[in-house]
């Protein structure tokens, strides 16, 4: 079950980046290749509390990601609560093992970034 967590993590994530970068965009590919990263990422962190795989309990959220040139999260605001105590109290704990992700693309000095976060049993 965890692994299709991890699986449906990755592709919800895929599906949902949403960036706005605060200074010139490096190029295409460089990027492309560091949202992949930080998919990654995300999906080895993410845990499911073991409270809410106990209860079934399912949720979304979202949460304002904003990172350095060298990856370190400087920043984050949680914009959509799940509406489930036990998988809100998950999004900072989350957040902090992300800290640091990879280094922005050479040529951006800081980013801001929208990360889905999904909780879904399969």
């Given at each position: 079950m965890l692994k299709n967590f991890n699986t449906l993590m990755a592709a919800v994530i895929a599906a949902t980046f949403a960036f706005g970068a605060l200074a010139t965009p490096a190029s295409a590919d460089a990027m492309d290749d560091w949202k992949h990263e930080v998919m990654k990422s995300v999906a080895k962190n993410q845990k499911y509390p073991r409270a809410a795989l106990a209860r079934e309990i399912e949720g979304t959220a979202k949460v304002r990601l904003v990172i350095a040139a060298d990856g370190t999260i400087t920043a984050h605001e949680v914009l959509e609560?799940?509406?489930?105590?036990?998988?809100?109290?998950?999004?900072?704990?989350?957040?902090?093992?992300?800290?640091?992700?990879?280094?922005?693309?050479?040529?951006?000095?800081?980013?801001?970034?929208?990360?889905p976060l999904t909780w879904a049993l399969r």
């Open positions: 609560e799940t509406g489930e105590s036990v998988l809100d109290r998950e999004i900072p704990k989350l957040v902090e093992r992300l800290n640091p992700l990879p280094a922005l693309p050479e040529g951006t000095p800081e980013m801001s970034l929208v990360l």
